[in-house]
């Protein structure tokens, strides 16, 4: 499956030449904790996160009124295609130790937003339905049987260790 088909289409948005009070204030009101920085033309230039606000700004004793974004932003951030697998998209995670990723087009326009949580979710519903799927399909006697196999083998283990 691609990460187009999952992540979020309504993206928060920033320029490089607002101030980091104004991004502050924006994140607070969406409940959002990261902005997707983009130039005129809505392509992904950087991204900057709550953490970053507190860590390259406040912890520095910065202004924020006085302090623009492109100053404390991650510039030029990883992106992906909205064609590319999960899969995919869980490797940049994964190497890059962050949990958003923009989704841009063949010309780098924002185009969505994935994480790591919408990911897990969509995970976690397949799995349901999975659960869900072998439930009605596997015959309950034999789920039963595994069931009793299993309690007595573990049981029979169990005792065995302990003589041990």
């Known amino acids: 499956m691609s990460v187009g088909r999952i992540c979020v289409r309504e993206v928060d948005t920033a320029t490089p030449d607002e101030s980091v009070a104004v991004i502050a204030q924006r994140m607070h009101q969406r409940a959002v904790g990261t902005l997707i920085i983009v130039n005129q033309a809505c392509r992904v230039t950087g991204i900057v996160s709550d953490r ?50 923009p989704i841009v087009d063949r010309a780098n326009r924002l185009i969505g937003l994935i ?42 283990d169990a005792r065995l260790a302990v003589a041990d």
């Not at 009124?65 to 940049?92: F, N, Q, R, Y």
């Not at 659960?131 to 029979?156: D, M, N, S, W």
């Open 115 to 156: 994480t790591l949580d919408d990911i897990l979710m969509h995970l976690s519903d397949d799995f349901a339905q999975i659960g869900r799927l072998l439930k009605r399909e596997t015959p309950r006697a034999v789920v039963e049987g595994q069931h009793a196999f299993t309690t007595t083998r573990l049981r029979t």
């Open 52 to 101: 970053d606000l507190v860590s390259r700004v406040i912890a520095k004793g910065l202004d924020p009124g006085g302090t623009a974004v492109h100053e404390v932003m991650t510039i030029a951030p990883k992106t992906i295609l909205e064609d590319a697998s999960i899969e995919s998209a869980l490797l940049i995670m994964r190497t890059g130790k962050f949990r958003r990723l």
